[in-house]
């Protein structure tokens, strides 16, 4: 009797491990949802675009491999596909002249703070001053005005989203993570970037050399399906 309840219990315990290890797995790569009310009015992360639309968007954060960069930047001209970069402002610093490409092509530039920190630690004015700071810096660089901001690590607080909607900003997550950052395996990237693909989709990458081998295929993988790959502006507004 013994050694069958202990065989239930280990049984158990295996189950509930696995279900931790799958609740810790999506916690650490699927962004947080929440929402907060302020001033009567709710503020929430944008997760997907238009739904009802035919357009999906890339969306690169940048904090290192400009020359990467400046690749994606010929295929996506070659596919007539378009992408949104949310640029770091230490990495941005150094990177002008890309900025000012990534504009010329049709791209559009986001704000990923300055230094890459965990916005969910910082106070009002450490979030304020990191997200300032890199639109000041791209701003004097380039002239543009970005109005989009990706927190580093898709970490923030209610006060980072506060934050953000004061200085004119809508924050933004994701819907589809290549989670390229830590795999190099080629076809994994492809199928995070494309399977159970919707309209809308919102698909988070970095300038590695395994995802630029990787876009070529994905962009054929989306114009096989009728989408487009749009900025984030248009894939959440729809085209104007």
Wanted: aromatic share 8%; net charge neutral; glycine share 10%.
């Amino acid at each position: 009797m013994r050694k069958l309840i202990d065989g239930k219990l280990s049984a158990i315990t295996a189950v509930l491990l696995t279900v931790l290890a799958v609740g810790i797995t999506t916690v650490c790569f699927l962004p947080e949802r929440t929402a907060i009310i302020t001033g009567g009015k709710a503020i929430e992360p944008i997760y997907h675009g238009d739904k009802n639309g035919d357009a999906v968007c890339l969306m690169v954060n940048v904090y290192e491999g400009g020359d990467i960069v400046e690749e994606m930047l010929g295929v996506l001209d070659e596919y007539g596909a378009k992408a949104t970069f949310f640029v770091g402002g230490c990495w941005a610093d150094d990177n002008g002249e890309i900025l000012i490409k990534i504009l010329e092509k049709g791209h559009e530039i986001g704000n990923h703070g300055y230094f890459h920190k965990d916005h969910a630690k910082l106070g009002e004015k450490a979030n304020r001053e990191e997200i300032d700071a890199n639109y000041a810096l791209v701003k004097r660089l380039t002239g543009y005005e970005m109005k989009y901001f990706a927190p580093p690590s898709g970490s923030f607080s209610p006060t980072t989203l506060k934050v953000a909607e004061k200085l004119g900003y809508k924050t933004i997550m994701w819907t589809k993570d290549t989670i390229d950052w830590r795999d190099s395996d080629l076809n994994k990237i492809i199928s995070r970037a494309t399977d159970n693909l919707s309209a809308g989709d919102l698909i988070l990458m970095h300038p590695k050399k395994h995802t630029l081998a990787a876009l070529p295929k994905i962009l054929d993988f989306y114009a096989n399906k009728g989408l487009r790959a749009v900025t984030l502006s248009e894939c959440i507004n729809g085209k104007s």
